[in-house]
């Protein structure tokens, strides 16, 4: 019995990798019992699915999804399915399964062994393994059509309410992948899509793609309304999850390493420093504060101006026809504005006191 199972393995196997008609996959995986042929593996851990992948066969693939087969809740125990289809750049198989298997995808790093080696990699990578995610995958082989169907198939561009076919550098931003995003920028993107995925970035404390984009060197001038980055950053915290809050220190850094200018004060109201004093947030204050200090300090040591006095800036220029930012009010000096900020925090800890009474 187990030497007539060895036997159809190995013809199974054989039908796959020699990309027969399809008929004749059907009619091998129709003799194989369904628990047998999804514990199968080779000595590499390698499944039935695996191997149709690796042999690029989409046939094969479409085939054992349609008979019900390696679909949900079905998990190999080694090799993600994406993963391995993305090493192998072959897009329709990465569709078929991110439609058969949408929760395959992820932005959560997964440990994989390379099969094809990375042919676009910043890095000697010396391991055969990679904590990485599909897409970090396809970008390090330099399948960019590979990348881009991956992200038309997820949900993230979705999210992101990104429109049209070919901006694809916001979701590789929102999906954390800076191998995507080199790739995808030495396709010669257009300067508007570089400029939206710098939003993205700044919106989500996301400094390794940062500083991917700003490398570019495109003119920011007409981005946000001609706001500075710092005053985007610091704007947005309300809306960033807590543990973005971590990396407020290492954006503030990469916009210092690509000579943004920590002192400006054009448009009114956005001057870095009282920018970032005045939107600490109360919620989860003893978490968060420790990072937007180390950002203070940062930006004193930059030579930031703690007694600017953005009053009598606004009055100076008044006439000029210079914006005026919303959000916060303008302030005397830093002094000021944490004075202004702690109010709003002790009424908000009171209120939460009384509401916990």
Not at 52 to 70: K, Q, R, S, T
Not at 206 to 230: I, R
Not at 244 to 249: A, C, G, I, K, T
Request: charged share 20%; proline share 4%; hydrophobic share 35%.
């Amino acid at each position: 019995m187990a030497a007539k199972i060895e036997d159809l393995k190995k013809t199974l196997y054989k039908k796959i990798l020699t990309t027969e008609d399809v008929s004749s996959v059907r009619q091998c995986l129709e003799k194989c019992e369904r628990k047998y042929l999804l514990a199968w593996t080779d000595e590499g851990g390698y499944d039935v699915l695996h191997h149709a992948i690796m042999a690029n066969n989409i046939e094969a693939v479409g085939m054992i999804f349609a008979m019900g087969l390696f679909k949900p809740p079905h998990e190999p125990k080694y090799h993600p399915y994406i993963h391995l289809a993305a090493n192998f750049g072959n897009r329709s198989i990465s569709v078929m399964i991110l439609q058969e298997r949408p929760q395959d995808y992820s932005t959560t790093r997964t440990k994989f062994k390379w099969v094809k080696k990375p042919t676009e990699s910043s890095q000697n990578l010396t391991s055969e393994t990679s904590m990485v995610t599909p897409l970090d995958v396809a970008g390090e082989c330099g399948h960019v059509d590979c990348i881009r169907s991956i992200l038309d198939v997820s949900s993230i561009r979705t999210k992101l309410g990104i429109k049209g076919s070919d901006n694809h550098l916001s979701a590789a931003c929102a999906s954390s992948s800076s191998s995507a995003l080199r790739l995808l920028l030495k396709q010669r993107p257009s300067s508007e899509d570089i400029k939206s995925a710098i939003g993205t970035a700044l919106k989500q404390a996301n400094a390794e793609c940062l500083d991917v984009l700003l490398k570019c060197n495109t003119s920011l001038t007409s981005l946000f309304g001609g706001m500075n980055l710092y005053h985007v950053l610091y704007s947005y915290c309300f809306s960033f999850k807590k543990t973005w809050y971590e990396s407020f220190l290492a954006v503030t850094s990469v916009l210092l390493k690509h000579k943004q200018n920590p002192v400006c004060a054009i448009p009114f109201r956005t001057y870095p420093l009282y920018s970032l004093i005045s939107h600490t947030p109360a919620s989860d204050f003893g978490r968060t504060f420790p990072y937007i200090a180390a950002c203070m300090v940062v930006l004193l040591n930059a030579g930031v101006d703690p007694n600017f006095n953005e009053v009598h800036f606004e009055s100076e220029h008044e006439g000029k026809n210079v914006q005026t930012a919303f959000g916060r009010g303008a302030f005397p000096s830093a002094l000021h504005c944490l004075y202004g900020n702690v109010k709003t925090l002790m009424r908000r800890f009171d209120d939460e006191d009384t509401n916990i009474r």
